[in-house]
T-cell receptor, first 108, second 115 residues
Framework: AQRVTQPEKLLSVFKGAPVELKCNYSYSGSPELFWYVQYSRQRLQLLLRHISRESIKGFTADLNKGETSFHLKKPFAQEEDSAMYYCALGNQGGKLIFGQGTELSVKP | DAGVIQSPRHEVTEMGQEVTLRCKPISGHNSLFWYRQTMMRGLELLIYFNNNVPIDDSGMPEDRFSAKMPNASFSTLKIQPSEPRDSAVYFC?????????????FGAGSRLTVL
């Protein structure tokens, strides 16, 4: 079965502190992992995907197949990073499921 | 392209009434998804279509929910009869069939309140 777990509903940090949003997945096939972000009053949008191995807005995420994790990290959080973050798992058939989401709050 | 277009943006209705949510995907996208967002459960996949054909509806809560995609540019999600527990934000999203598959573009959502 395809499953995504984000253990933290809310993560609160101070500006400049490191951030790690946790994501674990369960999937028997070859996974495609994504992070989507929803800023206040904006649409849900793609932040990054594991196959691109890119850094977007200072965020990175590494797929760890041994630990079945895809944690999102940023070394120095900014107030504008405050948003709802969703980890997502896609399969070859095009089905994409999401975790429950983690609300990131960056305080000044 | 205006992106994925959903209507209505807000709907307030009474329990027992029929609710119809509408979605226009991005032109050329062959996959369309309906998600429900609640505080308790986050984003749940209800159903998705590929080339207008329902592929997986295992997330549809119960028989009160139905979805159709009569053509490549239009889909509906219907709830009949509606109940207070159906109150949520319903998102439609679309994606290309091959290149960029699994990369979804979301609509603005339809916020449903059932009294």
């Amino acid at each position: 079965a395809q499953r995504v777990t984000q253990p933290e509903k809310l993560l609160s940090v101070f500006k400049g502190a490191p951030v790690e949003l946790k994501c674990n997945y369960s999937y028997s096939g070859s996974p495609e992992l994504f992070w989507y972000v929803q800023y206040s009053r904006q649409r849900l949008q793609l932040l990054l995907r594991h196959i691109s191995r890119e850094s977007i807005k200072g965020f990175t995420a590494d797929l760890n197949k041994g630990e079945t994790s895809f944690h999102l990290k940023k070394p120095f959080a900014q107030e504008e990073d405050s948003a709802m973050y969703y980890c997502a798992l896609g399969n070859q058939g095009g089905k994409l499921i999401f975790g429950q989401g983690t609300e990131l709050s960056v305080k000044p | 392209d205006a992106g994925v277009i959903q209507s209505p943006r807000h709907e307030v209705t009474e329990m027992g009434q029929e609710v119809t949510l509408r979605c226009k995907p991005i032109s050329g996208h062959n996959s369309l998804f309906w998600y429900r967002q609640t505080m308790m459960r986050g984003l749940e996949l209800l159903i998705y279509f590929n080339n207008n054909v329902p592929i997986d509806d295992s997330g549809m809560p119960e028989d009160r929910f139905s979805a159709k995609m009569p053509n490549a540019s239009f889909s509906t999600l219907k709830i009949q009869p509606s109940e207070p527990r159906d109150s949520a934000v319903y998102f439609c999203a679309s994606s290309p069939d091959r290149v960029g598959a699994n990369v979804l573009t979301f609509g603005a959502g339809s916020r449903l309140t059932v009294l």
